[in-house]
């Protein structure tokens, strides 16, 4: 499954070294001027899921094979983007192709640092962002209410719920709120599907703190939690620069030492990628044999059948049945084998809906 997360906020807030440290794949430039990044920089970025590891222990594979979301290096936003300043069109259509946003904020005071915002203001920088993905929003919003009255005036009633959709997403981005807050469903949610509307993407905020603030956070940081906890997102406290470097760093005994000196049990990113992933109401499956453990991506709430077809879509069409074993099962017993002779190796059919973890085996016909 391709799924973006795109990594967005205001110039010169540290998105570019988020996306160095958080990239196992791509090398985004960093630099010290406004609208560094252009053209958008993705990276492939794997899930860590201590899950897999122990699997591989137990298994003793040829090859692990993680699941993965990709990250998306967005170009810095400006007050009037929505209007084209800056980069905003550019910007704004690359945020339409993600799945969800990492939204950088600033935290830290550096005057080496420029800044074209006034004073440290987590508020003010996250209402920036905000106003402007409304304000496109709303446009599309209105457009597609211009077409439907069209079609109302030419006498088609079917028409008659999706405007009535339409107007309450127009008050709603009229008053400055977002989409998402509406948490639309069913054929209120298909009345605007095809906008690929931005408010309505699930967010994620990444407070970029000084190194003194990296444990505790600071009065910023603070400031933008309580803003988060309000529409119910989660903010995750990081030092940028700190990642980067401990991303560039090769060894394990090298990673633990760094660790140590700052105080980290492990990156800061790896609770990031796997917020993430959680944001987009991911789960991860595995299989395990001889020959690999891989985690395979699926969306919270598939069937056996729809978690099949990840693999391969012919495992769908002819799906016959799944042997599955829990995660915690299969760590307590070591190995396939013993799950089934204790009877915790399962027959589950096409109704099954497959659980976070799950160790699946696939019968199929085709």
């Given at each position: 499954m391709a799924l973006k997360a795109g990594i967005v906020g205001l110039p010169n807030v540290g998105k570019s070294t988020?996306?160095?440290?958080?990239?196992?794949?791509?090398?985004?430039?960093?630099?010290?001027?406004?609208?560094?990044?252009?053209?958008?920089?993705?990276?492939?970025?794997?899930?860590?899921?201590?899950?897999?590891d122990k699997l591989a222990e137990l298994v003793l594979p040829q090859r692990t094979v993680p699941t993965s979301i990709e990250?998306?290096?967005?170009?810095?936003?400006?007050?009037?983007?929505?209007?084209?300043?800056?980069?905003?069109?550019?910007?704004?259509?690359?945020?339409?192709?993600?799945?969800?946003?990492?939204?950088?904020?600033?935290?830290?005071?550096?005057?080496?640092?420029?800044?074209?915002?006034?004073?440290?203001?987590?508020?003010?920088?996250?209402?920036?962002?905000?106003?402007?993905?409304?304000?496109?929003?709303?446009?599309?919003?209105?457009?597609?209410?211009?077409?439907?009255?069209?079609?109302l005036k030419a006498g088609d009633p079917k028409n008659k719920?999706?405007?009535?959709?339409?107007?309450?997403?127009?008050?709603?981005?009229?008053?400055?709120?977002?989409?998402?807050g509406l948490k639309l469903e069913?054929?209120?949610?298909?009345?605007?599907?095809?906008?690929?509307l931005l408010t309505e993407k699930p967010v994620l905020y990444v407070a970029n703190v000084d190194e003194g603030a990296l444990l505790t956070g600071n009065k910023y940081s603070e400031q933008l939690v309580k803003i988060a906890e309000a529409e119910g997102a989660q903010v995750i406290v990081m030092n940028n620069s700190i990642e980067a470097q401990i991303s560039e760093l090769e060894s394990k005994e090298d990673k633990e030492m760094f660790f140590s000196e700052y105080g980290l049990t492990e990156p800061g990113l790896n609770r990031l990628i796997r917020s993430a992933y959680k944001l987009l109401n991911l789960i991860t499956y595995f299989t395990a044999g001889v020959q690999e453990v891989r985690a395979w991506t699926i969306h919270r709430g598939w069937k056996a059948p729809q978690a099949a077809s990840v693999i391969h879509t012919d495992f769908e069409k002819g799906f016959i049945k799944a042997e599955v074993i829990s995660y915690n099962d299969f760590v307590q017993y070591k190995n396939e084998a013993a799950c089934r002779e204790n009877g915790k190796l399962r027959i589950e059919g096409k109704?099954?809906?497959?659980?976070?973890?799950?160790?699946?085996?696939?019968?199929?016909?085709?």
């Amino acid at each position: 499954m391709a799924l973006k997360a795109g990594i967005v906020g205001l110039p010169n807030v540290g998105k570019s070294t988020l996306f160095n440290a958080v990239s196992n794949s791509a090398k985004a430039q960093a630099s010290n001027y406004r609208f560094c990044t252009i053209e958008p920089n993705i990276g492939q970025v794997d899930v860590p899921d201590e899950r897999m590891d122990k699997l591989a222990e137990l298994v003793l594979p040829q090859r692990t094979v993680p699941t993965s979301i990709e990250f998306v290096d967005i170009a810095g936003l400006v007050k009037g983007a929505s209007k084209g300043e800056g980069l905003g069109n550019k910007f704004l259509a690359n945020i339409r192709e993600v799945d969800a946003i990492v939204h950088v904020i600033r935290c830290f005071e550096d005057d080496n640092i420029l800044r074209d915002e006034g004073p440290i203001n987590p508020t003010a920088d996250k209402d920036i962002i905000d106003t402007e993905l409304q304000l496109k929003d709303l446009e599309s919003v209105e457009k597609k209410i211009q077409r439907v009255e069209k079609l109302l005036k030419a006498g088609d009633p079917k028409n008659k719920h999706q405007h009535q959709v339409l107007l309450q997403c127009q008050a709603h981005l009229s008053e400055g709120k977002n989409i998402r807050g509406l948490k639309l469903e069913g054929e209120d949610h298909e009345a605007i599907e095809d906008l690929f509307l931005l408010t309505e993407k699930p967010v994620l905020y990444v407070a970029n703190v000084d190194e003194g603030a990296l444990l505790t956070g600071n009065k910023y940081s603070e400031q933008l939690v309580k803003i988060a906890e309000a529409e119910g997102a989660q903010v995750i406290v990081m030092n940028n620069s700190i990642e980067a470097q401990i991303s560039e760093l090769e060894s394990k005994e090298d990673k633990e030492m760094f660790f140590s000196e700052y105080g980290l049990t492990e990156p800061g990113l790896n609770r990031l990628i796997r917020s993430a992933y959680k944001l987009l109401n991911l789960i991860t499956y595995f299989t395990a044999g001889v020959q690999e453990v891989r985690a395979w991506t699926i969306h919270r709430g598939w069937k056996a059948p729809q978690a099949a077809s990840v693999i391969h879509t012919d495992f769908e069409k002819g799906f016959i049945k799944a042997e599955v074993i829990s995660y915690n099962d299969f760590v307590q017993y070591k190995n396939e084998a013993a799950c089934r002779e204790n009877g915790k190796l399962r027959i589950e059919g096409k109704e099954y809906v497959v659980c976070d973890g799950d160790v699946m085996h696939f019968r199929f016909n085709v």
